[in-house]
Structures are given as structure tokens and as C-alpha cells.
């Protein structure tokens, strides 16, 4: 009928225009070419790899969108940049689409970009400097030293509590006292990490890299992801983030390159998915096949460059840092 037309034409008549000014879309595509030509002028190579893969991560906190008879959306390109440097690639980087199933905010949008990128025979500390060098070269925290801090100094500092020690029922307890607001957790109340997830969602993250941008370090194992585990006592994940703001930009690992601790990782992730009746992709049998045959020793990291516009241009949320935002895709 004549009147719904009129009124779908004039409800569409708001969500046809960009979520972003033209001023951002253009600050984005200086953003782009200054992130390759910094790579380009240290011989990293930029690469593309499919975005829709027959498999998916099992990570328990990540959830990939599933695309009926065709396999599953990326939700970092990580798996298949593995596989190009057990090629022999050598030093690689992308910037790439990711999708994960998380509702949208202030700070996420299911669709995103990705800088992600990969050095042979480094490890995660000197992938740090190479990150800080990053920023600097676009303009970001000139002049200043990137601060670094252990996962244990800064619960410390900023919640007065040992992660590697708190007991788990004084975690909760401190938490429904009020320390941070109460939330459902996805792996029950006795998951020591989704606690300390909590804790640093609410209580730690946010009062991070408030003047300049820091660096966070040495997780624990529990948390070590595709990361290598230290044999510290308690035992530590090489890996990394990087706060700005408050507001979480990158992740980094020095990467896991056994295969059999890697298929063993996925497995009892996916038998924690299984358990807590979430959805069970199936694990990445190719990354495993390019594990066997050798990745050479390395780092690696992605950085959300949505988020990092935002920042960078003090937009109010991370929808006006993208062209369409998931509202008017």
C-alpha cells in the first residue's frame, strides 16, 4: 500500500546515510596507507586470505558466525596467516575483515577491522617495541615510552588482589560486594578466568593507558590462548595487550608452535563449549597439518584499527568510526 511505502521510505531515509562522517572515512584511508607504508619501508609483506573458512575458532569466549552451506565467518585471520609463514612466508601483515557474534555497543560492532601481523624469529617483547614504533610513526603517544606491566602488577595496583592467588570464592565475594557489577558468566561461578575476566572488564582494564598507551604481560597459563607458556613459578602465557584509554587495542602471543599442544588446547575448548551447551565448530585441521610440518618461531598480533580510529579522533562510540555500522549494513 501507497502509506507503508511512505513510511518505509521514511524510517530507511536515516539508515541509508553513513554511521561515519566523510572526515573520518578519509582520516581511516590516511590511517590505512600510513600502516602500509610503515610496513612497506621494513619488508613486511601484506597478504590476503579468505575471510569464510571451512573451520572455525573454538576459542571459549569468541563466537563465529556460521554461514549456512558454506562454512564459517573469520573471526581474526590468524589461522590462515599460520599456515602462509609455515610456507616460508617470512614477516607478513593484514588488514582484514573479522566477524564475531557479540551484540553491538559503545565499544564493538559484530563486523570489524583487522591489522594483524607476524615476525619470524621474534618474540613477543620485541613485537611490543615494534607495536610502540607503530604508534609513534602515526602520531600516537610521540615521545612518550609505552609503559609495561605484568597481568599480577596491575591487579595489584588497580584491585588489590593476586590473580595467581585469590581464591575463587574471594573473588566472587569482593565482586558481590560490589566491586564490579554482577554478571552472568558464561563458565559458572567456580571458572577462576571468567572471574578474573570480571575483574578485568570492570575494575582493571579501564584504568589502563589512561595517559599513554601500556602494555600488559605475562597472563596466566590459563589464559595462554595460542600462546607459549613460561615455566615461571606460577608458570606465565608470553603474551600481550595493549591499553589505551582504558580501552583494550591489541593482542599479542609469542605463538605456540607445537601441534599436539595446540590440537590438545582446542580440544578441551571445545569440550568446554560442548559443556556449557554453546555452539562447537569444528577445529582448524589445516592450522594443525601446518603446525606438524614447522612454524618457524615467531610473534604475532592484531590490532583493532576500529577502535584505534576512535581513539585516536575521540570519537563518542566505535559506530561513527566505521562507514556503516551493523544498524545500516
Known amino acids: 500500500m501507497p502509506g507503508n511505502a511512505s513510511q518505509d521510505l521514511r ?3 536515516a539508515l541509508w546515510r553513513p554511521s561515519a562522517s566523510l572526515e573520518t572515512i578519509k582520516a581511516r584511508t590516511e590511517l590505512y596507507g600510513s600502516v602500509r607504508a610503515f610496513f612497506s619501508r621494513r619488508g613486511v ?28 565467518l573469520q573471526t581474526s ?31 564493538h560492532n559484530p563486523e570489524f577491522r583487522l591489522l594483524e601481523w607476524y615476525r619470524p624469529e621474534w618474540d613477543h617483547h620485541l613485537l611490543m617495541e ?20 605484568s597481568y599480577r602488577e596491575a591487579f595489584l595496583l588497580h584491585a ?37 575476566d570480571l575483574w578485568m572488564s570492570y575494575r582493571v582494564g579501564p584504568q589502563l593507558g589512561l595517559d599513554a598507551p601500556v602494555f600488559l604481560h605475562d597472563f596466566p597459563a590459563s589464559q595462554a590462548a595460542l600462546a607459549r607458556v613460561r615455566d615461571d613459578d606460577p608458570p606465565v602465557a ?72 576512535m581513539l585516536r579522533l575521540g570519537l563518542p562510540e566505535l559506530s561513527a568510526a566505521i562507514s556503516f555500522d551493523s544498524r545500516r549494513a
Open 238 to 309: 608470553e603474551r600481550f595487550e595493549l591499553f589505551w584509554k582504558g580501552l583494550e587495542l591489541a593482542n599479542g602471543f609469542h605463538e605456540l608452535s607445537n601441534a599436539g599442544e595446540q590440537r590438545r588446547r582446542f580440544e578441551n575448548d571445545q569440550a568446554w563449549r560442548e559443556a556449557q551447551r554453546h555452539v562447537v565448530p569444528p577445529l582448524d585441521t589445516h592450522l594443525l597439518a601446518a603446525l606438524q610440518s614447522g612454524l618457524p618461531d615467531c610473534a604475532g598480533v592484531a590490532l583493532g584499527l576500529d577502535r584505534l580510529l
Open 45 to 72: 609483506l601484506e597478504v590476503d586470505t579468505p575471510v569464510m573458512s571451512a573451520h572455525a575458532t573454538v576459542d571459549r569466549h569468541i563466537e563465529s558466525f556460521a554461514v549456512p552451506g558454506g562454512g564459517w
Open 11 to 13: 524510517f530507511g531515509d
Open 77 to 107: 585471520p590468524e589461522f590462515a596467516m599460520k599456515r602462509l609463514l609455515c610456507a616460508g612466508s617470512g614477516p607478513i601483515f593484514q588488514i582484514a575483515p573479522a566477524f564475531r557474534r557479540e551484540e553491538r555497543g559503545r565499544h
Open 130 to 149: 615494534e607495536v610502540e614504533e607503530l604508534f609513534h610513526a602515526l602520531g600516537i603517544g610521540c615521545g612518550r615510552v609505552f609503559k609495561r606491566m
Open 160 to 196: 588489590g588482589l593476586d590473580p595467581f592467588t585469590e581464591p575463587v570464592a574471594a573473588l566472587r565475594e569482593r565482586a558481590m560486594a560490589g566491586a564490579v557489577p554482577m554478571i552472568e558468566l558464561g563458565g559458572g561461578e567456580q571458572d577462576r578466568d571468567a572471574w578474573l
